[in-house]
């Protein structure tokens, strides 16, 4: 059974940084790459991060473009979301989710599988 394990979640002050973690595991496909959305209060999932594992490309929403890093960890199977210099407005739910069924990276729905989601606040 696949699942995607996230850890890192909390709360911070705007200004400062947090470390998301994603752990897939129970893959019996190759997985072609890793992303992660989030939900802000009565807002729709959206995409912010994408990572292409085979080319390691990677693709961010303008509103996070060099504030996040979407990276691989050099040692085990696990992807973090680097996220500096948080806004108010980056409270959300971030969840990771794996195995890209299409090519439009930020639609919710090409994505196969979906970890639970971790809390992220920031308050001003």
């Known amino acids: 059974q696949v699942q995607l394990a996230e850890s890192g979640g909390g709360s911070v002050q705007a200004g400062g940084s947090l470390t998301l973690s994603c752990a897939p595991s129970?893959?019996?496909?190759?997985?072609?790459?890793v992303a992660w959305f989030r939900q802000r209060p009565g807002k729709e999932r959206e995409g912010v991060a994408r990572l292409d594992t085979f080319s390691g490309t990677t693709t961010y929403a303008d509103s996070v473009r060099g504030r996040f890093t979407i990276s691989r960890a050099d040692v085990g199977n696990s992807y973090s979301l680097q996220m500096n210099a948080l806004k108010p407005e980056d409270t959300a739910i971030y969840y990771c989710?794996?195995?890209?069924?299409?090519?439009?990276?930020?639609?919710?729905?090409?994505?196969?599988?979906w970890g639970q989601g971790t809390q992220v606040t920031v308050s001003a």
């Open positions: 989710a794996a195995l890209c069924l299409g090519r439009s990276w930020s639609q919710v729905r090409t994505y196969k599988y």
């Open positions: 129970g893959f019996t496909e190759i997985n072609n790459c």
